[in-house]
């Protein structure tokens, strides 16, 4: 498939790379950009040779934001009309892992769509931060909840009400960045821990990812029963009886995805 505003790789077995490209406006997020991005995403969750996924920007921006030229004249009826936020719904429905390469700024929805996605590896110079206050809104894609969840009601309310940036240090000791690594390796670093991911037992890691996922959506008991039952469904599949037999007879796995 064509796109304008995405660059689509395999850089390595079982990954799928997307780079947002739209350097000279720092990745700000249009609504086609948004378009492209999830169908990508969405053709590459369906495609068999892909395991795992990494969405970058380039060295100096994963994404500015949403772009602010497409809603400084909104009404709310406008937004609702052109599903501004409603079409960042689709990364949920991707069951795959996304790993965010971040290097350089993410900002408003940019730092928004870092954090939809399962893991974060930064640069160095990756900066976490939520702006939206200074144009007279707040963030609109999951920045107020996911944020509070991860990092906590205090630095939450911070960057929200009052532009505190995180650098790639700060937000990996709060948790919400996986690893950090000089501008020249973090997106070598994203590959390696998506290819190790995709090498992995398939139907393990979707439902390894959607259990992580309720954790978020629900109380204890219901997760861990949440849980339990991923698990015990594991038991009809091909790759619980291969990797099983495999630890014992001390070989290698070797996954069918069944
Ligand atoms: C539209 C943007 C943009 C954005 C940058 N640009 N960010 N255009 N939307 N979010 C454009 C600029 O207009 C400019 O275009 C070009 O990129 C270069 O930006 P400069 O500001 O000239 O560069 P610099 O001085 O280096 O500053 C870089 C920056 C700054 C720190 C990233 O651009 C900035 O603060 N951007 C806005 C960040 C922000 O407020 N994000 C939140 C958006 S609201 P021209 O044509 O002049 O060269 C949001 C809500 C999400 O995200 C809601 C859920 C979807």
Redesign the pocket.
Known sequence: MDYENILVERPAEGVGLVRLNRP???N??TGPLMDELMSALESMDTDDAIGCMVVTGNEK?F?????????AQATPVDMIDMA??AR?ERLRSIHKPVIAAVSG?A????C?LALACDMIVASETAQF????I??G?I?????TQRLTRTIGKALAMEMALNDRRLTADEAARFGLVNHVAPVAEYLDVAVKLAAEIAARAPLAVRLAKDAVNMALETTLSAGLAYERNHFYALFATEDQKEGMAAFLEKRKPAWQGK
């Open positions: 000279r406006a720092f700000a997020l921006a994404a500015a934001g949403a772009d602010i030229s497409e809603m501004f936020i960042w700024y900002l408003g929805g940019g928004e931060g939520q702006p939206e200074n144009l809104v963030p609109g894609a999951g920045g």
